[in-house]
């Protein structure tokens, strides 16, 4: 059986990495609305999935509370209906937060990518994630119906079989991750950018893919831990990797348009740079993309 992680170990990295995140996502703003003076659609929906990450670590703190990392038998019947509460609670705020996340990635991409077949790519990317994530969001709600059949076992309930919904939602949640972090180095391929400036920008982008080994990780304790019993020992490491996994994904999320901070930190390291934060600046490191939807040769920065 594969080891879990303790009590202890689940707190601190979901409590680490909710810090991060935070910390991330006010440089962030800092860096979009005092320097560039822009608040857009991507910068909402990061900040309400750093909201719902939150209340996802919260969840995490009140399963620890109430047996998670500890072995079912240790508790009573009341402290395992109060872990599988905060067990629901951490499902849907997992869930709509990481969808968040990738809708405003998503959203910088169209912001960014004025090529005209890209930007329908991402819309379509946008159209399908959003679709699973209301599938993701409603089937975590009624995943049992009545709704209080999941966490109360006196209640006739019928659920869905865990085991292939578990299985599919996450396989899909690897293969999207996987696609938004990856397609982006595609499309810098043929372009014509500076070497150290597309090295930077594939840097930046794989810095995503630490969010696809996360969930990897995350499938291979959700494969150990679909048909057992001892649900509070067996997801332990399923939680505290979603937690880490959602939180990861917002700082990758920000760190994609935090170049007009950097510039004022480190002027020296965009010397060179065709773009400057007194034009407006580019919110990506660094990134000018050439306009081909509109013939005219314009660019679009992020």
Request: aromatic share 12%.
């Amino acid at each position: 059986m594969v080891s879990q992680p303790s009590p202890t170990t689940i707190v601190a990295c979901s409590v680490v990495s909710l810090v991060f995140a935070a910390v991330t996502l006010v440089l962030r703003l800092v860096a979009r609305v005092h320097f560039v003076k822009i608040f857009g659609a991507e910068d909402a929906f990061i900040a309400l999935a750093l909201v719902l990450s939150t209340c996802h670590v919260t969840g995490v703190i009140y399963q620890v509370r109430f047996g998670l990392g500890t072995h079912v038998e240790e508790h009573t019947s009341h402290d395992i209906e109060l872990f599988l509460k905060a067990l629901f609670l951490s499902i849907i705020t997992y869930v709509t937060g990481h969808t968040l996340a990738k809708i405003s990635i998503l959203c910088l991409y169209i912001r960014a990518f004025g090529v005209t077949k890209m930007r329908k790519v991402y819309y379509g990317m946008l159209i399908a994630i959003g679709a699973n994530g209301f599938w993701l969001i409603f089937s975590g709600i009624f995943s049992c119906v009545p709704v209080q059949g999941f966490w109360d076992t006196t209640v006739s309930a019928t659920c869905l079989p865990r085991k292939p919904m578990w299985f599919s939602n996450a396989a899909i949640n690897i293969l999207s991750d996987f696609a938004l972090f990856l397609s982006p180095m595609v499309v810098l391929r043929p372009m014509t950018l500076p070497r150290r400036h597309k090295i930077g920008l594939y840097f930046v982008f794989g810095l995503g893919l630490f969010v696809c080994v996360i969930s990897i990780i995350r499938f291979y304790y959700l494969y150990y831990g679909a048909e057992s019993v001892d649900v509070t020992w067996i997801i332990a490491g399923v939680s505290m990797w979603s937690a880490v996994e959602l939180n990861v994904a917002i700082v990758c999320a920000c760190l994609l348009v935090m170049k007009p901070l950097f510039l004022r930190l480190f002027p020296g390291l965009f010397i060179g740079s065709p773009i400057s934060l007194e034009d407006g600046g580019s919110h990506i490191i660094p990134l000018t993309v050439p306009d081909t939807s509109s013939g005219t040769g314009t660019q679009r920065t992020l």
